[in-house]
């Protein structure tokens, strides 16, 4: 099993930093989880040739055989949140080959699946997402005319907030899992650092290995797979306070350290009923993933308002299919009543001359029992089970219409 293609992921820092805070939550309080996580492509008329899924399984191995270096786990430790005892973890952790099946079947003729401890599981996401989307990249079209497109419209970008056209608050770039490759998305974390910018402020990147190489914030608190494991993984949990539970966690690692919850995993509206004055002092903010993003907004300064709390003391991140323009649109609406950040991904890390990959690597199982996620937009949701889909949807039902507020 030989690669042809340059080693893509060079070092485990290569991944997203919410892979690292929810990392350490779970190796304190649910180091026994086990989970399966499966990849899906939702792109239609993509297929992936077996020469792809040949390379796809040589670029994991190699994965597989790096480690952390002291520099590395120096720099970890070194974050104000991350404590010695996951950085000792992390010291002795290792990618297992083992954990994954990787085969050419399936309509998009690619499937990949794996399955382990949760601690494992989860930091195979990542990485195992941009090896799938820089091979198929480089060998499904004409690289050099790829990367060619790319630099254009990132110079493009880098213009139109230099000269003011946009302003996109403070943002981040959050393009590994979907980026055309390394190489482009170092290209973007380097041009937008070096880009001076009349207002607004890129912050930093998703991205823990280019932030310790620029100098830069890495960016980036829980996802989705932390609410649907903590909150749906133990089978005596009523699954429509998916929230509460995995909220209770977070704050039990963090107190009121790495604090952006995320809004959607069983719905917003959901979320709000567990997001009472406690959490919503605790957390500095919150992240919207789906659903339209302007009522999102209205929705959480008047939850926020309903409980005494000043908007303009909390954070609303916007990280859902971004790019410049919605972002400007974003920011001028909110500016004045709350803080307004961004998390801006594929626009920044894989605009080229041909469309992006819609492809994502979600958890499907936890310990045993269906885990599903129900969004705020149809259609994002990834569950094996409908007959789960249903009943979770029915919790949430009977809690949102019976429950006393």
Known sequence: MANKLPQIITSLLETDMYKFSMGQAIYHQFSDYKTTWTFKCRSEDVYFTPEMVEEIRAQVKLYCGLRFTEDELDYLNDIRWIKGSYVDFLRLWEPRYEDLTITGEGGSGLTIEARGTWLNTSMYEIPILAIVNEVYFRMRYDYSGLIASFKEKLDEKAEWLHGGKYCAASFSEFGLRRRLSAEAQELAVKKLAETKLPSGKFVGTSNVYLAKKYGLIPVGTMAHEWIMCVGQGNHKHNPAYSNWYALEAWVKEYGVLNGTALTDAITTDCFLRDFQLTYATLFSGVRHDSGDPFEWGEKMI?????????????????????????????????????????????????????????????????????????????????????????????????RMQHEKR
């Open 302 to 398: 008047k939850h926020y308002e309903s409980l005494s709390i000043d908007p303009k003391a909390k954070t609303l991140l916007f990280s859902d299919s971004l790019d410049l323009e919605r972002a400007d649109k974003l920011y001028r609406h909110f500016r004045d009543r709350t803080n307004v950040a961004f998390g801006i991904g594929t626009y920044l890390s894989n605009d080229t001359c041909v469309p992006p990959l819609n492809i994502v690597m979600k958890t499907t199982a936890c310990n045993g029992m269906d885990v599903a996620k129900i969004s705020d937009t149809p259609g994002k949701g990834m569950c094996k089970n409908p007959d789960y889909v249903a009943y979770l949807r029915r919790c949430i039902d009977w």
